[in-house]
């Protein structure tokens, strides 16, 4: 079955304080691994697509890497606004359908 | 670029009572998706459909949930009677390409729904 996983569940941090958010996954067959940032009160926004182990994307204070079995997002020198909740999402390939597998989430709040 | 637009974004209602949500996806995207999104959860594919037809309805529980995608373009998705574990943000998203392709999906703020 496929899955995801993220941790840490929470994780508070002081501004400027360099960190990682952990997105491990099990899927027959890797689409895509996309990363969504999502405030309180709004939709999930997205932030990254990787494709295949070792491709790497940023923007910003966010980088996402990608490896056979998990992502990592590191945020380097957070900003308040940062604070926000990250998730981690799979698409399986073959079939028609183009779900996304999600895990529960990190919560990030970056604190001045 | 306009976004996906939801209505209501909010709703409260009593059990086995029915309620509506309606999407409208940007323009010109072929798919259209619901999520379900209980608290503390991430979302959860309710259904899929590219133009107006259903391409994945697995997880949809048919016996109180419905969904229609008229036209092509808005949607709407329907619960009758809700439960109480119905309460959770109801998503939309859309993504620009057919099924099977790799593309990112954009969604909607959600409707809020809380059942009493």
């Known amino acids: 079955e496929d899955q995801v996983t993220q941790s840490p569940e929470a994780l508070r941090l002081q501004e400027g304080e360099s960190s990682s958010l952990n997105c491990s996954y099990t899927v027959s067959g890797l689409r895509g691994l996309f990363w969504y940032r999502q405030d309180p009160g709004k939709g999930p926004e997205f932030l990254f697509t990787?494709?295949?182990a070792g491709e790497e994307k940023e923007k910003e204070r966010l980088k996402a890497t990608l490896t056979k079995k998990e992502s990592f997002l590191h945020i380097t020198a957070p900003k308040p606004e940062d604070s926000a909740t990250y998730l981690c999402?799979?698409?399986?390939?073959?079939?028609?359908?183009?779900?996304?597998?999600f895990g529960t989430g990190t919560l990030l709040a970056v604190q001045p | 670029e306009a976004g996906v637009a939801q209505s209501p974004r909010y709703k409260i209602i009593e059990k086995r009572q029915s309620v509506a949500f309606w999407c409208n996806p940007i323009s010109g995207h072929a798919t259209l998706y619901w999520y379900q999104q209980i608290l503390g959860q991430g979302p959860k594919l309710l259904i899929q459909f590219q133009n107006n037809g259903v391409v994945d309805d697995s997880q949809l529980p048919k016996d109180r949930f419905s969904a229609e995608r008229l036209k092509g373009v808005d949607s709407t998705l329907k619960i009758q009677p809700a439960k109480l574990e119905d309460s959770a943000v109801y998503l939309c998203a859309s993504s620009p390409r057919a099924r099977g392709f790799t593309d990112t999906q954009y969604f909607g703020p959600g409707t809020r729904l809380t059942v009493l």
């Open positions: 999402a799979v698409q399986a390939r073959g079939g028609a359908t183009n779900k996304l597998i």
């Open positions: 990787l494709y295949s």
